[in-house]
């Protein structure tokens, strides 16, 4: 396991991001952990974050142009992605969307930069997808061309089939979905962890009911 990976469970689980417990998936599943990317709401552990982000999109070696983060978690994680890709030499525009158009000023649904080029869309985690879709049609109809999605966590579970809800999403739009993190990351930093271990045969129990 690469070391950010190590790095960004570690990370999560320090910030409150990563939890252990009982808590209920959007699927209705009683998951034994739970990933909030919300709860990194701060200015030092969104810089961290970012960071995180961009070394997993350069580490894919994905070949893209710009970001495109989808309201509302997308919109921070985009700003704060694209100023890490700039300290590390990559200085690329962003863009989001709002929920609601806009009829004065500038108006439309999109701001930042023109959607153009081959696109990043960045998100949080991928659950039902909705997100991406509704970000691919906009990139599409701009003229753009989505070249993958960027998340933090892989739950690595199963969506509406038996594939999960990222394969779901790549087979669907033809996109590689680049994570931070996988719930096998998740294991290995568990394992290494005394302290955590207790938490391992519960979440083993919950990926051989919904895992894939």
Known sequence: MSNFRTDFIEFAVE????????????????SPYFF??????DGDSLRKL????????????????????????????????AIALAEKGHNVPFAFNRKEAKDHGEGGTLVGAPLKG???????VISAGTSVRE???LIRQAGATPAGVAIALDRMEKGQGELSAVQEVEKQHGLSVISIAKLNDLFSFLTGKAEL???LHKIEAYRQQYGV
């Open 15 to 30: 910030r409150g991001v990563l939890g252990f417990g009982e808590f209920v998936t959007k699927a209705g599943r009683l």
């Open 36 to 41: 909030n990317a919300g709860l990194f709401n």
């Open 50 to 81: 970012g960071q995180f982000y961009a070394t997993a999109i350069l580490d894919s070696g994905i070949q893209f142009d710009m970001l495109f983060g989808p309201a509302y978690k997308g919109i921070p994680l985009a700003a704060s992605i």
């Open 118 to 124: 081959n696109i990043i869309i960045v998100d949080d």
């Open 197 to 199: 271990a207790q938490h």
């Open 135 to 137: 970000s691919v049609t």
